[in-house]
């Protein structure tokens, strides 16, 4: 199994620490999409601090700016305005810097079909200035780490989903990211491929590496978060651990038991039972 | 630079891996030779036709079907099924240069415009074809089409990556057929009608067909062959400014 805790030492070339900061601070974070008519306001100021060593969830309605957020903490997107600072790095003022310090798995597991899980990993690690002896060698950890050893010299496009997304955590892992960025990272997967990345989740963090993460389910939530916040229309509207939103919400209510995150999601995002049908899900473990 | 080659070795395996996708670009520039000589053949006789240099029609035609084998852009395909499936959002997300993503792939395709080009030629020569420039010319003509293969690949991921759509990048490549029809495609420049031959002049396409046409009917005519890899120094300079430029501002 891959020593996660001991890396410290072994980042690849190029690398230098940023110094002691929050793991992601985003200050009045803006996106504006410009259409030829009109302007879309896909987030509309939001401001977060996720600590490093966290698993932070970020929940919210199909459409509400989750996937916005994070593509704009991950140099993905330009930032309309406001300021974002990933492992203690400027996101705009120093993109390559954050690449460096983050790892990225996306929603579409992004991955060459073409080329084999090895040769995926090897070129990543190639891409993060690795040398090719390096590279080989963390590669075969980190398919040891996934449980891919044995497909690892198979054409990518006949993996099954959960390989794809265990691969796509690989790779995201390659260069031993400070933190790492998962979107809707079990989106489409069976409950025992789902329960795989939990596990793969809660390991990787307890080797130091701070989670960020948006999911549609909040059973996931629920079960990974250390602390979430929910975003509906471009704007956090909840932020806290899931134990705290579940209390709060009791107390305001007056409620005789304990609420379930699914019920402060709805308090928070306004929704009923009926409307939320479809843009949120939930799932047993 | 490293990752330039990189990326470059990436795309080659893909090309490697996809042979239904690289097979059109040896068989359609053929039969449009086989076709166009098949058609116009007995009208230019070797005989009687000054413009061949003592070689039959076939060897006017070559530069033709190299060209067109140098303009299927498949790279511009592959770069679109990134984007869909998310592998160019990984690349962008990593510290890798921007020119490192664009020049990667054009590498790629110059190594293949190099393979097919060769191809081709080694084909012509079978059925009867010389190569007036001998070996050295041999080698100067096939780096020439590979050029070109790089300038039209550059041209073509700059819809993809404008369009981020297979179906607009794929129609993109076909304004290549204007390209080429407006050239001295069937006879040399000084007999094409008068708004023709404006045309040609005015074509790019028209100068890289004339250094290749020059290097096949001809010996080494140095006005010819610096035009040609003038054209695709400059053109090619261009679509890899404009890739960064558009690779950079991706959103």
Known sequence: ?285 | MRQTWVLGQRALREAARTPEALLPTLFIPLFFLVVNVGQAGKIFPAAHTSFLHGQGYGAFQLPSSLLLAGSFGTAALFLVEDIEGGYFDKLRASPVPRTAIVLGRLIAESVKGLVIATGLVVLALVFGISIASGPAGFVILIALTALWSVVFVGFMQLIALKTRSAAATQSAGLVFFPLLFLTPNFVPRHMLTRPMEIAATLNPVTYVMEAVRSLILQDFVWTSILRGFGVVAVLGAVMIALNVRLIQRYD
């Open chain 1, 1 to 285: 199994m891959d020593d996660l805790g001991s890396v410290v030492a072994r980042r690849p070339p190029g690398y230098e620490p940023a110094g002691t900061s929050a793991a992601v601070q985003a200050e009045a974070l803006v996106k504006h999409y410009g259409g030829r008519t009109s302007v879309i306001e896909a987030v509309r100021g939001v401001d977060l601090t996720v600590e490093a060593g966290e698993v932070f969830g970020f929940l919210g309605p199909n459409g509400a700016g989750k996937s916005t957020t994070m593509r704009m903490l991950t140099t993905l997107l330009s930032i309309t305005s406001g300021t974002a600072r990933v492992a203690g790095v400027d996101v705009a003022g120093d993109p390559d810097a954050v690449r460096r310090r983050i790892g990225v798995a996306l929603q579409e597991a992004g991955l060459d079909p073409r080329q084999t899980g090895r040769e995926l990993l090897v070129l990543q690690g190639r891409l993060f200035d690795l040398s090719a002896a390096e590279a080989a060698a963390r590669a075969e950890e980190l398919l040891a780490l996934v449980e891919l050893e044995e497909a690892a010299d198979r054409c990518i496009k006949g993996y099954s989903g959960g390989m794809k997304r265990r691969l796509d955590l690989a790779s995201a892992l390659v260069h031993r990211p400070e933190v790492l960025f998962l979107d809707e990272p079990t989106t489409g997967l069976d409950p025992a491929s789902r329960l795989t990345i939990w596990d793969e989740v809660r390991r990787i963090n307890k080797r130091g590496t701070t989670v960020f993460l948006t999911t549609q389910y909040l059973e996931e939530a629920d079960q990974l978060c250390d602390r979430l916040a929910i975003i509906d229309g471009g704007l956090i509207v909840r932020e806290g651990t899931p134990a705290g939103l579940k209390s709060e919400l009791r107390e305001r209510r007056g409620l005789a038991s304990d609420p379930t995150l699914d019920d402060v999601f709805l308090d928070a995002t306004g929704r009923t039972r009926d409307r939320a049908a479809g843009d949120v899900q939930e799932v047993a473990p």
